[in-house]
Structures are given as structure tokens and as C-alpha cells.
């Protein structure tokens, strides 16, 4: 290891991700996780814990550049029966969606997550289920959702449809440390990266997180998403009661993202996300910094991992579909043995198959990353499996300069405007910029790519 790092070192260069891996380490109890004036979590604490280097948050921290690599966390699962550049290494990849019960209906896309963590309860392999929950009430929370363990099946359904919300680690993980147990732990790739990375340091985690089920990621979203939701429907963020990212209409195509928002009272209101000045994810509103250092779509050290079929016909098809990547063997014995009884419809494809449902988040996590490591930075300088690289089009790194500029400026933008109460003055802004992103992709004769990036996935 050359150099130790801190929390503030991380946090300096842009690098965190806020999943509180950091603060589950930390004894001192006014340590803690916090939104920060972005809406986006930061570790919280003493100046001196800030800027303590240690060996430990060193290697633990996802985004150091001292930490083990996917590649090199993935080598627990031993000589797997497949392995590609992208997706990592696996046993078996497949695409459909749950037959049993009404999991598909009640989840965001196929039911598979939800299933999963179910059927791993059922055979009485785990404990638990660490999972995001909506919280009961915003309003005194402060927040949208957060991690909770489930020990039980309906605690369990509870948590399902998506949540493009920032959450964080480090109660789920203490509550874990603290209650003998077997666990899984459901998140986006980073998260699972961390926990990972926490099990090699901590035995009582490394016996107790039994099973990791990650999910394919785009990108990590602010909590201001949500409120712009409440922006754009003209109602009070703090009328909010609950947010739903993707209200499942089974006659429209899966790809056709609606957004629902239940108030305080009991109204419902719902938007197209294609009406919404933001609602194009892949240009990148909102985004947190370290996603544009992230070289992990599929959660490639997940013993399971869960995505979406974006490809035809799946993506029309508004029941919802998932493609599934099974890595850990035992997990693999127990989705075989439920396909062959009726409970999965799932078919078996390859890795060409599932790196195009994903294609435009490979592009931006591999030429994109590339040429961003191609960029001048200051503070700590992120070791990715991709090498740097400017080799594009002059239109491509365009694109990628814009993605990197509205990304960043929105949370600025978006800050003024909810600092001096005038929602419009983003909202103006956002759909300035977005048209000015859709002419250079226009131009570039990208029209299909435009209209696969309203699927939530980005470029």
C-alpha cells in the first residue's frame, strides 16, 4: 500500500460514494451519515476523525485506489464457468421473470430480487434480509428510505419496486454486527463492493453476511430527484408522503418510466418521466461524482445480481422482465431447482445477450471512463481495470464532457434554486441544458440511442 488514506481524502477528490462503510467502522458514536447540502450522504464526525489515515479505511473504502479490485474480490467464488470483460466471472445468466405467486406483479420489473431473498429465507439459509424499505414518515426522518433487516417474507415483499435514492450502510451493518445471525445483503455494486471489503477486515461480518444480491446500476441519484418530482407536480416536497420511481402499468411498456408521488393526504399524482425536465437519465442529473469513476455495472462480486431486460421484446412488455446473472454455486442450485419445478420462467442466454440489454451503461463505465481518466484531477487519483484513454471521436467525448458538466451543475443549480425558493429557475435550466444534450446527440445520429436512454439506463 503507498499511501494512507482518510474519509476526507475520499471525500475531497469526489470519490464518495456515501454507503457509510467508513462510518460502520467507527466507535465514536457522534460519527454518523448525513445528507449533505446536495441531498447526496457524507460521513459526518469530528475534524480529526475526518482526517485520520488509516490502513483499515484504506483498503475498506470501495472507491480507494488501494482497495482489492472486483476482479480480485470475485475470485472467491474459484474457477467459474464463464468469465467476459463485462459482466465478470458467473455461472449462468438468464432472462424471464417469477411464475410463482404475485412477485412479478409487486416488483419493478420481473420479481426476481425479491424472490431470491424469499426463497433464501424459506430454505432457512439465512436469517435476514438487509434491504431498502420506505420509511413511515418522511417528514421526521428526513428521508425517503433506508435499510432495513426483514425477517419475514412479508417484510421482505415489503421492499420491493426500485428506489433511485441515496442510502446508506452503516445502521444496516451495526445492526448486523450486533445481532447473532446469517444475513443477505441486497445493493447496488458499489455497496456490495464495500461489504465485501468490510468481510475480508471484520469476522463477526464475514460469518453473519452469508449471501450479497446486487443490482445492475446506472448511476446514484441525489435526493433531489425526489423533490423535483414534488417540484414538477406542484406540491410541497414536505407533502410527500411517499415516492414511487416506477408506478407499474402492466398495458404500457416496461421502458415507459412513470412517476407517482402519495401525499400526506392521500392523493395520488403521476407524471411520465419523459414530461419531467429531468426524467432523461442518461444525461445524468443528479448523479453523485464518484458514479463517474465506477467501473462495475452488473455488481460483478454478487453472488446473484439483477437487471432489466432492456432489449425487444422484454422491454415492451409492461409485467416487467429481468436478466439475471447467478455467480456463487449454491445460489445457482437453488434458481435450477426452481425453474425445473414451475416457480421461475426463466430461459437461459449468453453474455452477449445480457452485455446488449446493458450496452449503454458498458459505454459509459468503460469509453467513458476511459477518457475521463484521461482528465486532470487533483487529490486521490482512482486504480480502475480500464485504462486511460482519449481515443474517441471528437462527438463522443462531447457527449461525455456534457454528461460530466450537467452531472455535476445540477446539484449546484438545484441548491440555489431550493436555497431561494424557486423552483423554476432549475427546472428552466434543466430543460435548457437537456435540449442542448438531445441536439448533440441528434447531430451525432444517435436518435435510437436517445430514445433507448428514456428505458433509465443512460448511455
Known amino acids: 500500500m503507498s499511501e494512507l488514506l482518510s474519509p476526507q481524502d475520499i471525500t475531497s477528490a469526489g470519490l464518495c460514494i456515501g454507503c457509510g462503510s467508513c462510518v460502520a467502522q467507527a466507535a465514536a458514536p457522534e460519527v454518523r451519515m448525513a445528507f449533505d447540502r446536495y441531498g447526496q450522504y457524507k460521513p459526518h464526525g469530528p475534524a480529526a476523525w475526518q482526517r485520520a489515515q488509516s490502513a483499515s479505511f484504506t483498503r475498506t473504502c470501495p472507491f480507494s485506489p488501494a482497495a482489492l479490485t472486483e476482479d480480485e474480490l470475485a475470485a472467491r467464488f474459484g474457477a467459474p464457468a464463464q468469465r467476459t470483460a463485462l459482466l465478470g466471472s458467473f455461472e449462468a445468466a438468464y432472462v424471464g421473470h417469477v411464475a410463482e405467486a404475485d412477485f412479478r406483479l409487486q416488483g419493478s420489473?420481473?420479481?426476481?430480487?425479491?424472490?431470491?431473498?424469499?426463497?433464501?429465507?424459506?430454505?432457512?439459509?439465512?436469517?435476514?434480509?438487509?434491504?431498502?424499505?420506505?420509511?413511515?414518515?418522511?417528514?421526521?426522518?428526513?428521508?425517503?428510505?433506508?435499510?432495513r433487516l426483514a425477517r419475514t417474507e412479508a417484510e421482505v415483499r415489503a421492499g420491493a419496486k426500485s428506489r433511485y435514492y441515496p442510502i446508506e450502510l452503516s445502521e444496516m451493518l451495526q445492526a448486523i454486527r450486533a445481532t447473532p445471525g446469517r444475513y443477505a445483503v441486497v445493493g447496488l455494486p458499489c455497496f456490495i463492493k464495500a461489504v465485501h471489503l468490510l468481510r475480508?477486515?471484520?469476522?463477526?461480518?464475514?460469518?453473519?453476511?452469508?449471501?450479497?444480491?446486487?443490482?445492475?446500476?446506472?448511476?446514484?441519484?441525489?435526493?433531489?430527484?425526489?423533490?423535483?418530482?414534488?417540484?414538477?407536480?406542484?406540491v410541497p416536497p414536505a407533502e410527500v408522503a411517499q415516492v414511487e420511481y416506477r408506478e407499474k402499468l402492466p398495458d404500457r411498456p416496461a421502458n415507459w418510466y412513470r412517476a407517482q408521488l402519495t401525499l400526506r393526504d392521500g392523493r395520488q399524482l403521476s407524471r411520465d418521466w419523459w414530461h419531467l425536465a429531468d426524467g432523461d437519465w442518461g444525461a445524468g442529473f443528479y448523479m453523485n461524482s464518484a458514479c463517474n469513476f465506477c467501473d462495475d455495472?452488473?455488481?460483478?462480486?454478487?453472488?446473484?445480481?439483477?437487471?432489466?431486460?432492456?432489449?425487444?421484446?422484454?422491454?415492451?412488455?409492461?409485467?416487467?422482465?429481468?436478466?439475471?446473472?447467478?455467480?456463487?454455486?449454491?445460489?445457482?442450485?437453488?434458481?435450477?431447482?426452481?425453474?425445473?419445478?414451475?416457480?421461475?420462467?426463466?430461459?437461459?442466454?449468453?453474455?452477449?445477450?445480457?452485455?446488449?440489454?446493458?450496452?449503454?451503461?458498458?459505454?459509459?463505465?468503460?469509453?467513458?471512463?476511459?477518457?475521463?481518466?484521461?482528465?486532470?484531477?487533483?487529490?486521490?487519483?482512482?486504480?480502475?481495470?480500464?485504462?486511460?484513454?482519449?481515443?474517441?471521436?471528437?462527438?463522443?467525448?462531447?457527449?461525455?464532457?456534457?454528461?460530466?458538466?450537467?452531472?455535476?451543475?445540477?446539484?449546484?443549480?438545484?441548491?440555489?434554486?431550493?436555497?431561494?425558493r424557486r423552483p423554476a429557475l432549475f427546472l428552466g435550466w434543466a430543460r435548457a441544458v437537456l435540449a442542448v444534450y438531445h441536439g448533440v446527440a441528434y447531430h451525432q445520429g444517435r436518435v435510437r440511442e436517445m430514445w433507448a436512454r428514456w428505458k433509465g439506463l443512460g448511455e
Open 200 to 234: 475480508r477486515e471484520d469476522a463477526v461480518l464475514r460469518e453473519r453476511i452469508a449471501f450479497t444480491l446486487g443490482l445492475f446500476c446506472g448511476h446514484l441519484k441525489s435526493a433531489r430527484f425526489a423533490e423535483s418530482f414534488a417540484w414538477q407536480l406542484h
Open 109 to 147: 420489473s420481473g420479481g426476481l430480487v425479491t424472490w431470491v431473498a424469499t426463497e433464501l429465507l424459506r430454505q432457512g439459509l439465512i436469517d435476514g434480509v438487509a434491504h431498502v424499505v420506505a420509511v413511515e414518515n418522511p417528514a421526521a426522518e428526513g428521508r425517503y428510505f433506508r435499510y
Open 297 to 420: 455495472v452488473v455488481a460483478e462480486t454478487a453472488d446473484i445480481a439483477f437487471g432489466d431486460a432492456w432489449v425487444e421484446p422484454y422491454s415492451s412488455d409492461g409485467r416487467g422482465t429481468n436478466v439475471v446473472i447467478v455467480r456463487s454455486p449454491l445460489v445457482q442450485q437453488l434458481v435450477a431447482s426452481a425453474m425445473q419445478a414451475g416457480r421461475l420462467a426463466l430461459q437461459e442466454v449468453d453474455a452477449a445477450f445480457v452485455e446488449q440489454t446493458q450496452a449503454a451503461g458498458f459505454r459509459q463505465r468503460r469509453e467513458g471512463l476511459a477518457y475521463r481518466l484521461t482528465w486532470a484531477r487533483r487529490g486521490v487519483r482512482p486504480r480502475k481495470r480500464v485504462a486511460a484513454s482519449a481515443a474517441l471521436p471528437r462527438s463522443r467525448k462531447l457527449i461525455y464532457r456534457l454528461r460530466y458538466f450537467i452531472s455535476a451543475a445540477s446539484h449546484r443549480v438545484f441548491w440555489v434554486a431550493r436555497r431561494v
